[in-house]
């Protein structure tokens, strides 16, 4: 049964760090690109950051771009994103998913087998 399984969320902070992760199951991740979405309340869900199989690609949304970064570790089948200078507009359910194929592009319809998510709150 294919499934990712994310952890690491929390309440930090603003300024703070987490370093989220994604790790999947069921299936082999190196051959699957991997992204990041979140969703706060009454919000739509949006990308934030998808990387390639192998790693050599990232692709950032402009909330990420200089304080976020995404990487893998194929060997433990596991995705992480390190998020750093956290804002309360981050707030979120953070979620972990698999390319189903279309590159690297944060449009969640080219993402699949979504995991249940991990809540960061930013408050002080």
């Known amino acids: 049964q294919v499934q990712v399984v994310e952890s690491g969320g929390g309440l930090v902070q603003p300024g703070g760090a987490l370093r989220l992760s994604c790790e999947a199951s069921g299936f082999t991740l190196d051959t699957y690109a991997m992204a990041w979405f979140r969703q706060a309340p009454g919000k739509e869900r949006e990308g934030v950051s998808s990387i390639s199989a192998s790693g050599a690609s990232t692709e950032y949304a402009d909330l990420a771009k200089g304080r976020f970064t995404i990487s893998r570790v194929n060997a433990k089948n596991t995705v992480y994103l390190q998020m750093n200078r956290l804002k309360p507009e981050d707030t979120a359910v953070y979620y972990c998913?698999?390319?189903?194929?279309?590159?690297?592009?944060?449009?969640?319809?080219?993402?699949?087998?979504w995991g249940q998510g991990t809540q960061v709150t930013v408050s002080s």
């Open positions: 998913a698999v390319s189903l194929g279309l590159g690297l592009v944060l449009d969640q319809s080219y993402f699949g087998f």
